[in-house]
């Protein structure tokens, strides 16, 4: 150290806490909190207490020491203003005392030096807790921005659930719907174009029956991974299943989206290994492609649908092209379809009858009742409008069982002049035959209308017969020993099966119209194998009515062949139930 | 849409914080104005507040020094707090460098700022978890990364247990813990208790801390000692934390003033 000796001697070594050392440390005890044992405090504040007495002994005065004793107060956490304030207190009390420092001027250099502590002191004191203050809003800060990222990471993880199939990863219907629906909002003009790919795999499920779900699933995942890969960068989502969708976003025509199309189902064509398996899988793709403007996300979706089963109903493995006319069509029909319900209800259908006339002696035999309805925008519609889409509907049953109840409730009013009023003949339809409670039906019909079975004859078609089935020929036999005629119509148009005439209870053959337009002819083919329909008739029992009889010539023929009645133009057009009765009069 | 379960929540500095008022206890500045507020208030209904945050700190000091010269390398501190100064892997690791402590803190300001100051120590980590799911404690990576369950743990719920009520099932967690800790492992644990206090000053003390996210739950000598159901007490047994193992005999002077019991126990076998 320096000169100045004038304040005593230097004690030896640093070594064990002398009384002030002890003195202070106590005086700090329950000031703060202090991470050290008493022991560790004691040897600290001796090393302190060596450094304020050499600054005391030293000439000039260092005020840098109480600088420094301060500064490590401070760092040893010694860091309360308690903590000062004991300080001073014991520093001014005792130090001079128990170090025994005796000089002139010692009242002057205690002074300088405590003022030196205090301001040293307060000036750690200050940076450490500025330092602690940035810390924790730095803490704060990140732990925030930890927060937010987490949050946003979840939220985008939320939205990837939310927006993509959890199978194959693809995009799923809601964000397809999403861009689908941004497109169209975003090019209202009359440039842009876009395009649908509604893509099906075709049969998939066989895929699940024969190698099971797990590879079937595979399969799935193997079969979006490639599309999405052969027709980038267009969005594919999976809508659920088997089925998936393509957005075209910038199509300049047809042609593009026909070439993503195909695209598509030539990445789907190549065999794919899994599990083993190699699975094969040809899908079926429906195209639209149209401008924005004026078509909205439903429309485009509802037309990729339609062709989707266009191209389904083609065959499969192949992609059809969306057809206006077609789809208009279409979805007319379906609209009538929709509609009959409704017009039953309302009392939309009445019935016409055609006279089916005897060949022998120009009577009336019978009436076919045939079947109209009074569309209320449409007009009249002839069955042939409707009951094709009644028949793939299942709305045939209704309406069969309606045709059946009028016709058995009209044609039980009518008399004759002379003889047998004539019978009622209608139409049954493969659903209707199919149906267990058919024999049920007609036989409470009959028992409510009071009208005698012989006056019922029931109209079948010969394709009915041939499914094979038990059923329908058990529920025939049952009608016919009610009593009710049962005719074959149209006979010769399909597959003429003579096995189940046999089998079969069948007391009439109603021949198709075409056979009677080839009689012009004398000898033609045709009336060669009328004749022998009627003789094989005949021979069974079997009475024969020609359809389609239009002239007097054909009517004469069909008299000389032996046939027994006819039915056509030339013997009168289907018209209402009195018109026909007025005849008969 | 509704937000999924673990979808976290966000950072609240509006609220006091139980970590950051204990720090400014201790004299620390890692602490805002609304948790100065909340401190204060506290301080006003129970003076001796920052006494019993000192002697509770000190509590701490000597259980982890006890616990190094028992041998033990491996330290769970589960509800650490802002790490002010005398935390547990400094006194660990100036005993045994080797020591590994893993810090574990719901607060996650108070674990950002661990994690800062932790920076650069292999052998201590912090993970932010709910001393209420301790199994997810157990099983979380970075709490098996750097403990080895199959030699003894000290695990540390210093001034925590007060913050868990009974419809948390405190007991059902401490049994979560002591069926993970192998034999010679430690428990130590300190709360707040109410045993020798006025209805007046219990009710003013609930009521600050209703205002954070964290009520007080007081608790008696018995419950504490039920809560080291399956451990050995060390000397002295649960007592007022001035009284376990002073220094001095004077420091354990009006003891029953900081409001603290602590305890340590040791898992036999």
Known sequence: ?585 | MQRPDWAPETIDVERPSVARMYDYYLGGSHNFAVDRAAAQAMVAAVPEAPLMAQANRAFLRRAVQFLCEAGIRQFLDIGSGIPTVGNVHEIAQRHAPDSRVVYVDVDPVAVAHSREILAGNESATVVQEDLRHPERILAHPDVRAMIDFSQPVAVLIVAVLHFVGEHDRPAEVLRTLRAALAPGSYLVLSQASDDGRSEAERAEAQKVYQRTDNPLWVRSRAELTAFFDGFELVEPGVVWVPQWRPETPDSAEDAERAVFLGGVGRLGG
């Not at chain 1, 509604?198 to 499920?205: A, E, G, N, T």
């Not at chain 1, 047809?254 to 195909?262: K, L, N, P």
């Not at chain 1, 008299?559 to 005849?583: V, Y």
Request: proline share 4%; glycine share 8%; aromatic share 4%.
């Open chain 1, 1 to 585: 150290m320096g000169s100045g000796d004038s304040v005593g001697e230097p004690p030896d070594g640093p070594a064990r806490p002398g009384a002030f050392a002890r003195a202070w440390a106590k005086a700090l005890a329950g000031t703060s909190y202090l991470p050290m044992t008493h022991a560790q405090l004691e040897t600290l504040l001796q090393r302190l207490t060596d450094q304020l007495a050499a600054a005391l002994r030293t000439e000039p005065l260092d005020l840098r020491a109480g600088h420094r004793v301060a500064t490590e107060l401070v760092a040893s956490h010694i860091a309360s203003a308690e903590a000062l304030g004991r300080t001073v207190e014991v520093i001014q009390l005792r130090l001079v005392r128990d170090l025994d420092l005796v000089a002139d001027d010692i009242a002057d250099r205690m002074a300088r030096l405590l003022a030196a502590i205090a301001t040293g002191y307060a000036r750690a004191l200050r940076d450490r807790t500025l330092d602690e203050q940035e810390a924790i809003r730095r803490a704060a800060l990140i732990a925030r921005a930890d927060a937010e990222r987490a949050l946003r990471a979840s939220e985008a993880r939320f939205r990837h659930q939310a927006t993509h199939d959890p199978l194959t990863d693809l995009p799923n219907r809601t964000l397809f719907a999403e861009r689908l629906a941004a497109v169209c909002t975003a090019h209202r003009d009359d440039v842009h174009r876009v395009g649908l790919c509604f893509l099906d795999i075709d049969r998939f499920k066989r895929i699940n029956d024969s190698y099971g779900h797990q590879i079937g699933d595979r399969a799935l995942v193997a079969a979006a991974h490639r599309l999405s890969r052969a027709v980038e960068p267009h969005l594919v989502a999976r809508l659920g299943g088997d089925a998936f969708m393509i957005l075209v976003e910038r199509s300049t025509g047809t042609g593009d989206v026909v070439a993503v199309a195909e695209s598509a189902l030539a990445a789907l064509a190549e065999p794919v290994l899994v599990g083993g398996h190699d699975v094969t899988v040809t899908a079926s793709v429906g195209v639209v492609e149209r401008q924005v403007a004026g078509t909205t996300p439903d429309d485009l979706w509802r037309a990729a649908g339609s062709t989707l089963h266009w191209a389904k109903s083609a065959g499969g493995a192949g992609w059809a092209l969306y057809d206006a006319e077609r789809d208009n069509r279409e979805q007319a029909r379906q609209a009538l379809s929709a509609a009959i319900p409704g017009g039953l209800e309302r009392g939309e259908f009445y019935l016409d009858y055609q006279p089916l006339t005897s060949l022998q002696d120009g009577s009336v035999l019978g009436v076919e009742a045939l079947v109209r309805w009074q569309h209320p925008q449409l007009g009249v519609l002839r069955p042939d409008s409707f009951i094709g889409l009644a028949e793939e509907t299942g709305l045939i049953v209704p309406l069969g069982s309606w045709v059946l109840a009028e016709a058995c409730r009209e044609a039980v009013g009518w008399s004759a002049a002379t003889g047998e009023p004539p019978y009622v003949s209608v139409n049954l339809a493969v659903r209707q035959l199919r149906r267990p409670d058919l024999v049920q039906e007609v036989c409470s019909l009959l028992r409510h209308t009071g009208l005698p079975p012989n006056r019922l004859q029931l109209e079948i078609t010969e394709s009915m017969m041939m499914s094979g089935a038990e059923e329908p020929v058990r529920t025939l036999r049952a009608l016919a020993d009610l009593g009710v005629r049962i005719a074959i119509d149209d006979f010769g148009t399909g597959y003429s099966n003579l096995a189940y005439l046999r089998d079969l209870p069948v007391t009439e053959l109603k021949v198709a119209g075409e056979f009677v337009r080839g009689l012009r002819a004398p000898e033609a083919a045709d009336e060669r194998i009328l004749a022998s329909l009627v003789s094989l008739a005949h021979a069974l029992d079997l009475t024969v009515t020609a359809e389609g009889v239009e002239t007097v010539g054909q009517a004469e023929r069909l008299r000389a062949i032996g046939c027994d009645a006819g039915q056509g133009w030339h013997f009168g057009r289907p018209a209402p139930a009195d018109h026909i009765l007025a005849r008969l009069r």
